[in-house]
């Protein structure tokens, strides 16, 4: 069984720290993409930061460039999402996802986790 969990979130306040894990099983994680994403009450779904299978390539929406940092350690299956510098329209619910494909699309990644409340309050 295909399974993706998030740990880490929490309220912190602004200009703090988090890092988010997703925990892979029951498949083969070295070889998806892993994206992370968010949603905020009210909101779709966005992109927020993607990693190639083998870790060399990193993609991220242009609101958290310079303080987010993807990253995965397949040996472990698990992948990160180092947030600094939180500001509270960071605030959502995050979840992670793999997918084939290198993309930003939600429509792309194929198994997605449960998600994980972030909240930035100012």
């Known amino acids: 069984q295909v399974q993706l969990v998030e740990s880490g979130g929490g309220l912190v306040q602004a200009g703090g720290s988090l890092r988010l894990s997703c925990a892979g099983s029951g498949w083969t994680f070295g070889s998806y993409v892993m994206g992370w994403f968010r949603q905020a009450p009210g909101k779709e779904r966005e992109f927020v930061a993607a990693?190639?299978?083998?870790?060399?390539?990193?993609y991220y929406t242009d609101s958290v460039k310079g303080r987010f940092t993807i990253s995965r350690d397949n040996a472990k299956n698990t992948g990160y999402l180092q947030m600094n510098s939180l500001k509270p329209e960071d605030t959502a619910v995050y979840y992670c996802?793999?997918?084939?494909?290198?993309?930003?699309?939600?429509?792309?990644?194929?198994?997605w986790g449960q998600g994980t409340q972030v909240t930035v309050s100012s």
């Open positions: 990693i190639t299978w083998s870790g060399d390539t990193t």
């Open positions: 996802a793999a997918g084939r494909l290198e993309s930003t699309q939600v429509g792309a990644y194929d198994y």
